[in-house]
């Protein structure tokens, strides 16, 4: 069955950088594009960018300076990469497959926390 | 950019009446083919989860007393009757381009 799971470092300090992989089974990351969505505790959903079954990708235009999508096809993983953390950066971060442009969210991970503290 | 701003932000529903949930876009999100606008339930610490995709398509396995509705700017999302565990928060999103979600309604059962 389709499964997408989440891991990180959990706690960064401000302004580093962090690395978060998702990792996938049940289908191929040649075949399917995978988003990254986060929601700050207590908020809603924050769009953070794609990356396509070819390699492409697209971000949300406020983080985009920031943020770098990028995978493994190989051992079927994701990478979420943000730079110049700060507090407000504190969310927790969810992949979620594509099911075809212009389409929703049918399988999401259950996400992994990110804290960003000093 | 385009805003989907939901409303209420809050709303308390008796147990078996209707719940109705607005999400209107800042631009139209259709074409004549498709209604590029999505729901989500999410519960507390969990994943949201798929209820209505382009606008009125039930996803597999949701119950039929979820139903949505709309198309250009304005659409929305019905619960008929509620039950307990329908409470949650309720998402719009969007896919027309970009991606982006709107802010969310919390649902209470009375």
């Known amino acids: 069955q389709v499964q997408l799971k989440e891991s990180g470092p959990g706690l960064v300090a401000p302004s580093q950088s962090l690395s978060i992989t998702c990792t996938v089974s049940g289908f191929s990351l040649t075949s399917y594009g995978v988003h990254w969505i986060r929601q700050p505790p207590g908020k809603g959903l924050e769009w953070l960018g794609v990356?396509?079954?070819?390699?492409?990708?697209n971000y949300n235009s406020a983080l985009m300076s920031r943020l770098s999508i990028s995978k493994d096809n190989s051992k079927s993983q994701v990478f979420l990469k943000m730079n110049s953390l700060q507090t407000e950066d504190t969310a927790m971060y969810y992949c979620?497959?594509?099911?075809?442009?212009?389409?929703?969210?049918?399988?999401w991970g259950q996400g992994t926390t990110l804290t960003v503290s000093s | 950019d385009i805003v989907l701003t939901q409303s209420p932000a809050s709303l308390a529903v008796s147990l078996g009446q209707r719940a109705t949930i607005s999400c209107r876009a800042s631009q139209s999100v259709s074409t004549s083919s498709y209604n590029y606008i999505h729901w989500y339930q999410q519960k507390p610490g969990q994943p949201p989860k798929l209820l209505i995709k382009y606008a009125s398509n039930l996803e597999s396995g949701v119950p039929a007393r979820f139903s949505g509705s709309g198309s250009g700017t304005d659409f929305t999302l019905n619960i008929h009757p509620v039950e307990e565990e329908d409470t949650a928060t309720y998402y719009c999103q969007h896919s027309w381009e970009m991606w982006t979600f709107g802010g969310g309604t919390k649902l209470e059962i009375k």
């Open positions: 990356i396509w079954a070819g390699g492409s990708t």
């Open positions: 979620a497959r594509d099911e075809g442009y212009g389409s929703s969210y049918s399988y």
